[in-house]
């Protein structure tokens, strides 16, 4: 999600679970928390699977409802 006043980048959009696109869930993780591993080729979250569990996620079929400051 990219903020539209300031073209900066917000937050990602990670789906979990589900299989081959269907029944996924996206959770939306503040872009600050991604680190770049360059041994892993990939951004890598500090969050245990639980802590991703309790978040606040939306389906794959629906929009998160979104304020503007």
Do not use: H, N
Not at 2 to 23: H, M, P
Not at 26 to 41: A, C, H, S, V
């Amino acid at each position: 999600m990219i903020d539209k006043l300031s073209g900066q980048v917000r937050y990602a959009a990670l789906e979990f679970g589900g299989f081959l696109g269907v029944g996924t869930d996206r959770d939306p993780i503040p872009w600050g928390m991604l680190k770049y591993d360059t041994r892993l080729e990939g951004y890598v979250v500090p969050l245990k699977r639980e802590q991703l569990g309790k978040a606040p996620r939306y389906a794959q079929t629906s929009m998160p409802r979104t304020t503007t400051c």
